[in-house]
């Protein structure tokens, strides 16, 4: 090496130096991260920091804990809930976008498994004659039923959600109330969250290219009213309130009833309880 | 609107709301892109790390495809964003606890790996051009020398040490991004199909020997295309680690697979209806059948007869193409398998891709030529062949 290069060399081995040093701390830091992540992914999705006031000023969401019920022997498949959830959050009326859906469970002589279908069903919908509008076809009128009922469906808001765990923005997260939400001015529209839901109940809107879900209208219990599905069933089949409050319908719906929750082994820590399901109740 | 042609057709009871696949076929493009670096990456550290001498004709062929596979994998998932404009927030504000938080970092900080690597390994060539080189490809070469000319023993030593060290780095760094891109269906616990321990594993693999079959079928043609022969020690070589690795991947995705149906948990009955029906095509026949068994048994014959020459070449270069079918389909099998069964356990839905839009066949098709495209370009810029005329300065320090 000669003297003329050597200098050049020095200053390209000390930048490079530099590079490795900078390269060291980031994996340091990077390390140090990962310590705590461990934790974060251990306790799965938790509720984000405790502010007090939220979302109004007249509204605090440290003071309520959310819940929801469903009594699936009062339910008649009516389909009303689906069309104000539809009308309410301006879901895509078709039959590929529901924020809330009913299934039909029908044992029919002589057969062990039940025929499961729902409004998205072709036959259901040259029923109705348009996706838009929602009915359960009479399909069953000339078989021998020997059970049969409705089990409505939406977001079981989950204690530790598996959509809020992937989310690799942070865009959707489970309220101080116990609500999960999408932050849909901060989604991305991966569809990550979409496959890690157990239950079906996360969509795409293409539209606005992000996910969405059932906020148990938000919006709404916020100010003191009831989510629209709840307002509209004619039968009350749905039951909604704050667990917080002892005497309120949910707390007085779960306290009295033998319920239970979906896919429990998902360890996902459903919101929803039923009443009145059977164990082929997908 | 778009909703109505992804609806896909269902048998069987399925969720409403899963008759829309919400990951189409550029995320089956995601994962081969993805594997292919990683194999590609694989044969070149062969020389550069473990400096098998035999592999030196296309070491630096491998890292370019390396480079140009690693540069097209973010488009995909680009492509597929709802808003790819806010993809960057995954890494001004990652959510830790997801799985795919990290890619932006992984994918980045690999990209680099790869290009410092690239331009240790080219440096010699990159200065060279800049003192010898005419017009405005001259100034290129200038720019990327970064103003230092010094080619002498000393500064050789060092690059080389730099490059050892990079290739020492890579291998973890690849083949931990892909295989976290298996952990990522692996983990998803909604659904049966995806949710196997295996599956980082399966996929670390099958990566391996893509990125092993791709690199042969590149070599043969760009000797083909250069009129000269093609080496054979090098490309035997080849075949032998694409032979031994099929074993792995073949043995891994039997395992996986029995264990599903030994395992036989709720919603089986579903899956073997999928497996018997509309995957018996694209899994047993053409992943199993076509993409694996032939060209094993083909490799198997070729290393048993010892055969070489022409007919060698032809045998191993078809089945190498074969392999590559192989894991394309496997990759399909895997991310549209998973979600046309059902997260009800009772339903099947059927994917039907689009041919034109966004997230059609012909975006997924020409994603995968587009790493062809850039390394027809690499190439001429940094000619990876063995009698270019500058020594080469790769391989550990001795």
Redesign the interface.
Known sequence: ??DT?RP??DA??AF?GQLGLAAGYTGAV?GL?AL??TQ??AA??EAPSPAKSFPTPDYDWSKHQWAFGVDATKCIGCLRCVEACKRENGV?G?????RT?V?RYVYLEGETRPR?????DPVNIAASGSEGEYRFANRYQDAKVEKAFFVP?LCNHCTHP?C????????TYRTEDGVVLIDHD???????C??????????????????DKCTWCYHRITRGLQPACVEVCPVGARIFGDMNDKQSPISLFVRNNRVQVLKPE??NAPNVFYVGIDREV? | METLVHAAPFTGYVYPNETIIPWTVLIVVYPYLTGLVAGAFTVSSMYQVFGIQRFKPVAHLALLTSLCCMLIVPMPLLLHLGHAERALNSMITPHWTSAFAVFGYAAGFYVILLMLETWFVYRPYIVQQAQRGKGPLRWFYQALSLGSHDLSENAMNYDRKWTFTLAVIGIPAAHGLHGYIGFVFGSLKAREWWSSDLMPLVFLFSAIISGTALLIVIYVLSCRLRRVPVDLPCLKGMAYALWGFMMFTLLLEGVEFASLVYRAREGIEIIMEYVRGPLLMTFFVLQFGVGSLVPLTVLSYLIWRGTTGRTLIVGVTASAALVLFAVLMMRWNVVIGGQEIAKTGKGLVNYLPTIGGREGLLAAASLVAMPFVLLWAAVRLFPPWQNAQVPSPVGPSP
């Open positions: 090496m000669n290069t050049e060399s390209r081995r490079l990077a991260g705590g992540v974060q992914v799965k999705g895509a078709d039959a590929h976008h529901f859906w299934e499961i279908d729902s409004h998205h469906k598996a809020v765990q992937v989310c690799p923005v942070g865009a901060y989604c991305i529209g991966c569809r990550y979409v496959q890690a839901c157990p239950y079906g109940a996360r969509l795409f809107n293409e539209e606005q290219g992000v996910s998902s360890g997908v």
